[in-house]
């Protein structure tokens, strides 16, 4: 484990001179970040516009006559599948991992940065293709995220026949560049960390995106399975997924396929995917903590495991999505059993967080007001996950509002804000600019209220078996009145948290023309990204000398220091002893 | 689906273990003399890129067999007839990687010449086995109604396909690695090459031979 870093080397990995090469066919890893996010972003907008409009359609139903049902189906649709795959995941690993990885781990860039570049031109292909089935003849697939056959290939499902090929194009697109991509995330990580980082002096978001990454690499490929087999039950007519089916009173050409097979390679897929979402929040949302709260991070150690421990698991929880599938029962025992496990190490990063808060010098920036409000929407999320992980809880409330509920509070709302608390927080350091606090903390306490106005009656919704995917619920017995005007309310809300979105791009374009300009280390963080000589940090991040790290990411209010942060490439001082003495003060 | 969770557990080990053998169990608050201090670890960033992607390529192949192994209970199912060809692609692909393996050998002895004597004869194997894959298809196409007829036949298909993109892709390596060669290049620098592409031979391989033994006994 002798330590070599390519890092080290002198000559410039790449060195481009003209524009085109500088911010357009870029390999600098964090233009790449920068446009990564830009993209993602973009169709994330995209995606909100279409839940605004399906929530339209559901608080005052019969009014909007240009949303048909087969429309709404299509929202619901590009809506879920653009938000977990295109924004999320996107954002958090080709955005945040991308421009954070090389700069906290002390590196020059990522390792391959040609194939880094590639990643992100085929992602913006992969996002090309899903928008252009706006446009294809049947318009997207509405088939629901899921895309469960044998309906999502059967006539009669909007968009079965060129839409859905679209999709699933489009999905094997982007898993190709999230390959790209990961492949270069893990091995800079494992291979270009600066001298003195060892993997546990790494800051947790390294940690939450490393992770993340291998699920990712791991779990993709189950859903590039399931995008072949059913491209190739559709368009050639095998019979993969697709069992004997009556279609429009013809049988169609297919014979004893599975769907549910379909499903086990989609959730095998699909429950990583929580966490390739979930944990590098996770991360981010531990450093940010930790930097507003002036204090180290509570049980470094055991975060570091909790992430891990987090990431086996989540291998072996899949079928809980598919209780109502029909299974054999002691399998249900079994992926209950599992999906409860994982609480545990849940539950320590959530005390962890907490415990960090307890007696720290909270400072209520904007970052820090996203930070703590994720610990909320994401308790909120995790206790009704118990609900839902068992088997006889699931059953009656599976088809209803309080999954909705349960999932956006959990992976929309949760990940959204340290999404937002991570831009607040790093957006000095990539532009250079600080941001209007004023609107920053607008645009927070309109999200934060607004989303608990939009899921907290949700939950109470799907108790009174208001069902899902429903275009809309009609006249029936055993739903109240109260059911029509909370589902006005939450319409409302929904529009309100829309509009604070454009008090956020406001904000971000005003500071980005006019804010102030940032000092290289605005927050007093300890991190290395805060510590390079340029803000922002150029081609190549660290001038001619990497930097060295001497100690871990969490030395804030150190006994004794001049400061109450010490930076990770700052030399142990021997007036202050070892760090073993700090500890016993704190 | 659970030789895919076997897999993932296996990678997970590893993953553990490479942690543990990180110190994972480090107290980072407190050891801030330099004493022992590592960084990242010593070996090449194409060797680890290179292992990475082999696990993900074996996560897609254990998930594809799975599927296979799943869908061969459900119904309508009747097993392939495998061509005879199949057997001759594969002692082909298996010749491929010997002659990778004497690229290796003979760029670690200095011998340039044999090294790419042997690599230009592994890509041409490769080449072969391509078009015998080929022909294999065009001997199973009409023998047996396609569409909704047998799954196992569209496995086949879709199995053999994928692994010969996968070999596409390091023909695409190797050739890069040949014109290396035509342009002169030392052969210190062409090694680490060559390993690579011999690790990824003998892998294409045994992804093969698992390929071609669930096809003829599951």
């Known amino acids: ?586 | 689906m659970s030789n895919t969770v076997i897999f993932a557990a296996l990678a997970c080990g590893v993953i553990a273990w490479f942690l543990i053998a990180s110190r994972l169990t480090a107290k980072s608050w407190e050891s801030q003399d330099e004493k022992g201090d590592v960084g990242a670890i010593n070996i090449a960033p194409q060797r680890i890129g290179l292992w990475i992607f082999m696990a993900v390529v074996t996560s897609l192949f254990s998930l594809f067999i799975s599927a296979y192994a799943m869908r061969m209970h459900v119904g309508a199912w009747c097993n392939i007839t495998i061509p005879n060809i199949l057997w001759v692609n594969s002692l082909v692909l298996v010749a491929a990687s010997i002659a990778m393996q004497f690229s290796r050998w003979a760029a670690d002895r200095g011998n340039r010449d044999a090294a790419r004597t042997a690599l230009i004869a592994a890509g041409v194997l490769s080449l072969a086995f391509l078009v015998g894959q080929l022909r294999a298809w065009q001997i199973v196409g009409p023998s047996v109604y396609f569409i909704s007829g047998s799954p196992a036949i569209a496995f086949f298909y879709v199995l053999s396909a994928v692994h010969g993109l996968h070999l596409i892709g390091g023909l695409w390596v190797l050739g890069r690695t040949v014109t290396k060669f035509a342009a002169g290049a030392e052969l210190v620098d062409l090694r680490l090459s060559l390993q690579l592409c011999t690790v990824y031979w003998h892998f294409l391989l045994l992804v093969w031979l698992v390929v071609f033994g669930v096809l003829l006994y599951l």
């Open chain 1, 1 to 586: 484990m002798a330590y070599v870093a390519i890092a080290d080397r002198d000559a410039p990995i790449h060195d481009p001179h003209t524009f085109f090469l500088k911010y357009i066919w870029s390999q600098d890893h964090k233009v790449i970040a920068i446009q990564y996010a830009i993209v993602a972003i973009s169709v994330g907008l995209v995606a909100l516009v279409l839940s605004g409009l399906m929530r339209l359609q559901l608080g005052f139903p019969g009014t909007f006559h240009f949303i048909e049902p087969q429309d709404y189906y299509q929202f619901i649709t590009m809506h879920g599948m653009i938000m977990v795959i295109y924004l999320l995941t996107a954002l958090f690993l080709g955005g945040f991992g991308n421009y954070l990885i090389p700069l906290m781990c002390g590196a020059r860039d990522m390792v391959f940065p040609y194939m880094n570049m590639l990643s992100f031109w085929v992602y913006l292909l992969a996002v090309l293709v899903l928008m252009a089935s706006f446009f294809v003849p049947g318009g997207p697939t509405g088939a629901g995220w899921t895309l469960y056959p044998p309906q999502a290939i059967t006539q009669g499902t909007p968009g079965a026949s060129l839409g859905i090929i679209m999709m699933l194009v489009s999905l094997g697109i982007f898993i190709v560049a999230f390959t790209m991509g990961g492949l270069n995330y893990v091995t800079t990580v494992l291979q270009a960390r600066c001298r003195g980082m060892t993997l546990m002096r790494m800051p947790l978001s390294v940690w939450g995106i490393f992770m993340a990454t291998i699920l990712g690499l791991l779990a993709f490929p189950a859903l590039l399975v399931s995008a072949v087999m059913m491209t190739l039950d559709s368009t050639l007519g095998t019979s993969f997924f697709m069992p004997a089916v009556m279609s429009l009173g013809e049988k169609l050409g297919h014979n004893g396929g599975s769907p549910l097979l379909f499903q086990h390679l989609f959730w095998f897929f699909g429950h990583p995917e929580v966490y390739i979402v979930a944990l590098p929040a996770f991360g981010i949302v531990s450093d940010l903590l930790s930097t507003h709260a002036r204090k180290n991070i509570f049980g470094y150690r055991m975060m570091v495991w909790a992430i891990i421990a987090i990431g086996g698991l989540s291998f072996v929880v899949w079928a809980h999505h598919m209780y109502v599938s029909g299974m054999n029962p002691y399998f249900g025992f079994f992926f209950a059993t599992t999906t409860l496990i994982i609480a545990i190490p849940t539950a320590i990063k959530v005390y962890n967080w907490v415990l960090t808060l307890w007696k720290g010098d909270i400072h209520l920036t904007v970052p820090m007001l996203f930070a703590i409000g994720f610990i909320f929407t994401f308790i909120h999320g995790g206790l009704t996950g118990l609900f839902l992980g068992n088997v006889t809880v699931d059953l009656p409330l599976s088809d209803t509002y309080f999954v909705v509920a349960h999932f956006h509070m959990v992976m929309g709302v949760s990940p959204i804000l340290v999404v937002f608390g991570a831009i607040y927080h790093w957006f000095p350091k990539i532009t250079g600019r600080m941001w209007n606090v004023t609107l920053g903390k607008v645009h927070f306490w309109m999200t934060f209220l607004g989303t608990y106005a939009i899921y907290l009656p949700m939950h109470y919704l799907g108790i009174l078996g208001v069902p899902r995917r429903y275009y809309a619920l009609g006249n029936t017995d055993f739903l109240p009145d109260s059911v029509h005007s909370i589902n006005a309310a939450i319409t409302i809300s929904a529009l309100i948290v829309a509009a604070a979105q454009l008090v956020f791009l406001f904000n971000m374009i005003m500071s980005l023309r006019k804010g102030e300009k940032a000092p290289p280390n605005p927050w007093r963080a300890t991190t290395l990204e805060w510590q390079t000589p340029d803000t922002p940090p150029k081609h190549g991040n660290w001038g001619p000398q990497l930097p060295v790290v001497h100690r871990w990411a969490y030395d804030y209010s150190v006994p004794g220091a001049k400061e109450d942060f010490i930076p990770q490439n700052e030399p142990v001082d021997p007036a202050l002893g070892a760090g073993r003495d700090h500890g016993k003060h704190r």
